[in-house]
């Protein structure tokens, strides 16, 4: 199963509520996924700085963690979100925390990066993983968000969406794909690095190559249409977009909606049944095969 | 006519309500408000009630629905009326995917669009649908009839056994051992039947549609094909 919201905003007045609204659309797909839970926001950026999020294996260790940083890169700042922490640095400085926390907190990954991107998933129920990230009052333009219900793989923080993709590109998913064994296999020998056996890191995983050999994100999700196999929605967040594709059959449910305020999607209708004016909303399920992208 | 919100009323007690009504009841019209997309309204009725929803509804709304007048003042979710044994639904916005899915009898009418596999493996149910359906609508269709004012997509009537479709716009293409067929008058007066029951009698000519049905080519192994397995 799985369930997937995302929400697009259009009129900045709604931006400092784009929290509240995706907590309780979140919180909505309990019954799809109630084994693990993420989200992305896009908040606000700074020129020249990179903004990376972490992920420790308990909140003390990460905030451990963050002060070794913080003295290791002068001028860094971070956030702490439970067991997460955004750590914002020079961009210069950015390229080399890889190689940092490999040497110095080898169990700290890296869960996205980008100038304005941050990712958050745990284990749990969706209203306990937004509760204890504070989802319900961060702002920004859009946030795309997932509940789990494991298939493929185990019911582990890893195996948990969203999967970056590359800077401030990150990835959801409902559905399975076939084929991700193989394709890992293809895209390991193109140089794509894999943390986990889960299906969707490899489908994010196909978009960051395509995108790395030069193609748009639509360019990339068209021919993906051919290279995936199996059952999919996929909703896609980048620095100033959101786009949307469905497998050529369909086969997992997806519903739209759009105002002059906002672009909402839920894989069911009662996710968009709480947002402002939707009575007046035009809502629509999205084609199967086609790419839907949002930008602003 | 007693009226519930469903902002306010479980809607394990509203079902529970509608169940258990006894044969004799004057509680025939319900009203239901505030629905917000929740599954199974109005799922499993076997009386003659009739049940007014306003606002959208979830998964399988009137699914098994027998005897029963289920009116739907909005949008679908999926698998609306499936399994429907008798009786009406009408849902006067859009229907997601697998509407009427494996019906035995009664009518289906959407006034909006119908998504993909509207009709799937029906046995025996009329569905009217005033838009347009999707993709593999009437897959594996048995029995009853489809009646579409828009287009159709892919794959209409894949493995159909006896189903009969009418179009009236476009098909973008047919399923496996589904073709159009010649629109007789007995066809025409089946139409104009399902229509005047539908309650849209007059709107549309039944002459402007086309019929789809089997070819029969399915049903039987052939073993020219045998070595295909």
Known sequence: MCGIVGLFIKDPALEPELGRLTARMLETMTDRGPDSAGFAVYGAGTDGQTKITLRGVAADAIEETVTAIESAFPGATAVLHDTHAVVSLSSGDASHLGDWLAENSPETEIVGRGSRMEIYKEVGLPADVASRFGLATMRGTHAIGHTRMATESAVTTDGAHPYSTGQDQCLVHNGSLSNHNNLRRVLRREGIAFETENDTEVAAGYLSWRMREGMSLGDALEVGLTDLDGFYTFVVGTENGFGVLRDGIACKPAIMAETDQYVAFGSEYRVLADLPGIGQARVWEPEPATVYFWER | ?229
């Open chain 2, 1 to 229: 006519m007693p009226e519930v919100d469903l902002g306010i009323t479980p809607l394990r007690e509203l079902n529970g309500t509608l169940h258990n009504l006894p044969a004799d009841t004057n509680e025939t019209h319900w009203i239901v408000d505030n629905p917000a997309g929740r599954h199974a309204i109005a799922a499993g009725l076997d009386a003659p009630l009739k049940v007014e929803i306003n606002g959208p509804v979830g998964y399988y709304c009137a699914g098994m629905n027998k005897l029963a007048t289920v009116q739907v003042h909005g949008s679908a979710g999926v698998g609306v009326a499936e399994n429907m044994m008798s009786g009406f639904v009408h849902v006067s916005g859009d229907a997601s995917q697998a509407a009427g899915a494996t019906g035995r009898g009664g009518l289906l009418r959407v006034d909006g669009n119908a998504s993909s596999r509207c009709g799937i493996s029906m046995k025996g149910i009329d569905i009217v649908v005033k838009g347009s359906v999707g993709h593999m609508s009437a897959f594996m269709a048995q029995a009853g009839n489809l009646i579409v004012f828009g287009d159709a997509g892919d794959a209409l009537g894949d493995s159909i056994y006896e189903a009969r479709l009418f179009v009236r716009g476009n098909v973008k293409s047919l399923g496996a051992d589904c073709i159009e067929k010649a629109m007789r008058d007995e066809h025409k007066a089946a139409v104009h039947d399902i229509l005047t029951r539908a309650g849209i009698n007059g709107q549309i000519d039944p002459s402007e549609f086309k019929r789809y049905g089997s070819a029969r080519k399915l049903y039987n192994f052939n073993v020219d094909n045998a070595g295909a397995y």
